[in-house]
């Protein structure tokens, strides 16, 4: 309905994904990252590319995202969740930490959210949730 609302072409994208559909994710993200303020949507981007193969592009987007953050704010979500897409477990759950030490609200949909499905089961992330009290 509000073709400006961001989070809802970033939702369709990770839907997309976890459907398989890597091309139509990628061109929903590519759409919505040309609007401002899309970091969370430029990771998953990223995250997208990463899980359909183009991983040299997802690590451009991880790379441009963190030489963002070296001189402004980039959420710790947004580089957990390209990391999550390479399959990068460590890294992906030392961002995730740093997201609970900054008490981002991401971390509130962890039991249920699938794309932090690869961190289940992790002693790092059980703890996390156990220290969450979730």
Known sequence: MNPNAEESYRLMGVALSLEGDYQEAERVLREAAR?????????TLGYVLALAGKTA????IL????????????SPVALATI??????????????????DERRGWLAYMQVNPVMDPMRGHPRFEALVKKMKL
């Open 63 to 74: 790379g441009e995202l963190e030489e963002v953050r070296a001189r402004d704010y980039v």
């Open 35 to 43: 609007m401002p303020e899309c970091n969370y949507t430029y990771a």
């Open 83 to 100: 990391y999550l897409g390479l399959g990068d477990v460590e890294k992906a759950l030392d961002w995730t930490e740093v997201a609970f």
């Open 57 to 60: 592009d997802a690590r451009k």
